[in-house]
């Protein structure tokens, strides 16, 4: 059963396309070396924050057509951090911190490893080439990809709310669920991400309920200096993701 607290954060975001998933800080610090932990308290409750594909059509094309754009980093993220700064200001009364998956540290590390916090969260298993036996990549660096069971790799890991004051000690974990049992799949499934993750076919690794309409894979294949003019906007992008 979710608590009130979820329920409003869901009840915010679930609109707009949004999927939330609670995790305490410590699953989180537990799979970690020290140089990556979140400085939390261990128990602090925390939600990892995913994009589905509808959220292009439900929060992004809405955004864009309201001129909300303040052209300082890649308009997908602004409308994230848009729709999450709304949100913060719900619960003026709770400190809640919000680390998106743009965001480096000084050392230039992510402030937050996106797909671990989605596997100890149990939103979408992270397959990492520890996971596959034999594998045949030898020296060559192969990185790791969530799977979620819904949407394959039609989803994006957006940010993580830490609430450093409320502490759930007795929290539940569920493990993510794994959807690509086979080695050969995981190879398949790893070759894909790491090789030609431009041709989407990594995300149809399961059965999939949703995809990436055709609108919103051309926006991601479109190069940042003409995604403006595809929606219609005058100027040129700096920054951009293809999440
Ligand atoms: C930097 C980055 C890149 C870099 C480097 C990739 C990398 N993984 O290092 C580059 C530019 C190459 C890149 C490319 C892509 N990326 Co990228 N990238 C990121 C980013 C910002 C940080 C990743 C990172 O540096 N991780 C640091 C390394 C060290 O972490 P790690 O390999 O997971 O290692 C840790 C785990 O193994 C953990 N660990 C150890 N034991 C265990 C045990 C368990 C059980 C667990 C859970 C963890 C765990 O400990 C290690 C650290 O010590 C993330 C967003 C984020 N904030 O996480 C997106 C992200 C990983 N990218 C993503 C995507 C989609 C892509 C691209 C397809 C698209 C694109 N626009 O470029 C390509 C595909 C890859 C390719 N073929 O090039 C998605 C992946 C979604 C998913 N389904 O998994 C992410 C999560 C962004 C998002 N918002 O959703 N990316």
């Given at each position: 059963m979710a608590t009130p607290l979820e329920q409003a954060i869901r009840d915010s975001l679930a609109p707009l396309g949004f999927e939330v998933y609670p995790l305490k800080v410590g699953w989180y610090n537990g799979v970690l070396q020290p140089g990556f932990?979140?400085?939390?308290?261990?128990?602090a409750l925390a939600y990892v924050v995913l994009s589905t594909p509808s959220m292009f059509e439900k929060a992004f094309k809405p955004f864009m057509k309201q001129q909300?754009?303040?052209?300082?980093?890649?308009p997908v993220d602004e409308c994230v951090s848009y729709h999450l700064s709304l949100l913060k200001g719900n619960f003026p009364d709770q400190k809640l911190d919000v680390i998106y998956d743009y965001e480096m540290l000084p050392?230039?590390?992510?402030?937050?490893l996106a797909q671990t916090a989605a596997h100890v969260s149990g939103a979408a298993y992270y397959y990492q080439?520890?996971?596959?036996?034999?594998?045949?990549?030898?020296?060559k660096k192969i990185y790791g990809v969530c799977i979620h069971p819904e949407f394959g790799g039609w989803f994006a890991i957006r940010a993580v709310l830490v609430f450093p004051d409320i502490l759930v000690p007795f929290l539940e974990q569920r493990p993510p669920i794994d959807?690509?049992?086979t080695n050969e799949k995981r190879i398949a499934l790893l070759e894909s991400f790491n090789f030609h993750w431009q041709d989407w076919?990594?995300?149809?690794i399961v059965d999939v309920q949703e995809r990436y309409s055709e609108e919103q894979k051309t926006y991601f294949a479109t190069p940042p200096s003409e995604r403006l003019k595809l929606l219609g906007l005058d100027g040129e992008l700096t920054e951009s993701s293809h999440y």
């Open positions: 932990h979140l400085p939390y308290s261990e128990d909300r754009l303040q052209r300082v980093r890649d050392n230039r590390r992510p402030r937050i080439r520890k996971d596959v036996q034999k594998d045949p990549w030898g020296e959807c690509v049992t076919e990594y995300r149809d």
